[in-house]
């Protein structure tokens, strides 16, 4: 399944191991993502649906995008929108998205890619697959992550940040059964390369068949653990988890996971997305495509974007 990955995991350096005094996270809740559709009607699992507010903070929202084997001529994508009050995080698992905003940003997020853009104060922009997947189809799948910004960063300059597949921090676990990939925020010393305004980590992790993984984690932060192909367990107390399941973790220094010795035909691995971040605790006003603090604020951002404020499509626009 993903796109960045290494023959020997040995060769990785090792994840930093937990301290003897240190806590495992217990899991709170595990839920399952129902099935949906966004944009010109790509299909979607709804992966924060479910989950308490309080337990997602600083993220809001999150689509698995796929995974999807388009037949020619299915492919789809989103039209021009706009943003305003938090970040849009969009990871390419497999198959190829073009990108383009207002402000000039863009290009092409394929294979283990990522785009990151800040659209802060407002922007507009467009995700959609190029013209010759379209014709010819073919394998789809990613996520798109929402990351809160607090009060007093809802009017930053909106920024755009093109992370190559090549430039995740690679990690392994003791045993080298586990390939860990930082895109953002660190895990012991190897940090991601993704610039984010609100402290998160964000890693993609592949489990082989009866590997365990115990992962250091910020105790400050809140974690979650997305299941996007496999089945295993996470805590110490193993609960299964599979395919389209978010587990919470609360309360300790570490989370643990593992993949069950066999996985279905579809994976050779557990495959995990694995987030958290420092909770902002903020009120939160959301609809559509905005994320604000007040009604008023959420009100004054449709207002913008009618009027315009919030960008114009460029001239070249895809």
Do not use: C
Not at 68 to 82: A, I, L, Q, R, S
Not at 160 to 189: C, F, H, K, P, W
Not at 280 to 289: D, K, L, N, Q, V
């Amino acid at each position: 399944m993903p796109a960045v990955n290494v023959e020997n995991p040995l060769e990785l350096p090792a994840v930093v191991k937990p301290a003897a005094s240190d806590r495992p996270r217990r899991v709170k809740s595990i839920t399952t993502a129902p099935r949906g559709f966004e944009g010109e009607g790509f299909p979607v699992r709804r992966a924060f649906s479910g989950v308490e507010l309080a337990d997602l903070d600083p993220f809001v929202h999150m689509d698995q995008m796929g995974e999807v084997d388009y037949g020619p001529g299915e492919p789809k994508g989103t039209p021009w929108h706009p943003h305003r009050g938090f970040e849009t995080v969009t990871y390419m698992i497999e198959g190829t998205f073009l990108h383009q905003d207002s402000i000039g940003g863009g290009g092409t997020i394929q294979n283990g890619a990522t785009q990151w853009m800040t659209a802060g104060a407002g922007i507009l922009h467009i995700e959609r697959p190029p013209d010759a997947l379209i014709d010819s189809g073919g394998l789809f799948h990613g996520v798109q992550l929402w990351v809160n910004l607090p009060s007093k960063l809802k009017m930053v300059s909106p920024r755009y940040q093109d992370i190559e597949a090549s430039s995740v921090s690679l990690l392994t676990n003791e045993n080298g059964d586990a390939v860990i990939r930082v895109i953002a925020g660190s895990l012991g010393d190897a940090g991601g390369p993704g610039v984010t305004h609100t402290p998160i980590t964000l890693a993609h992790v592949t489990l082989m068949p009866g590997g365990q993984l115990v992962l250091p984690w910020n105790a400050h932060y809140n974690a979650l653990t997305y299941v996007l192909a496999g089945q295993g367990t996470v805590g110490l107390e193993r609960t299964p988890i599979e395919e389209g399941q978010m587990a919470v973790h609360v309360d300790g220094d570490f989370l643990v996971m593992g993949a069950n010795d066999t996985q279905d035909s579809r994976t050779r691995a557990l495959e995990v997305l694995v987030l958290g971040g420092e909770p902002i605790r903020e009120s939160i006003a959301a609809y559509g495509p905005f994320v604000m603090n007040t009604k008023a604020e959420l009100q004054q951002a449709f207002d913008d974007y009618q009027a315009g404020r919030l960008g114009q499509i460029p001239a070249d626009h895809i």
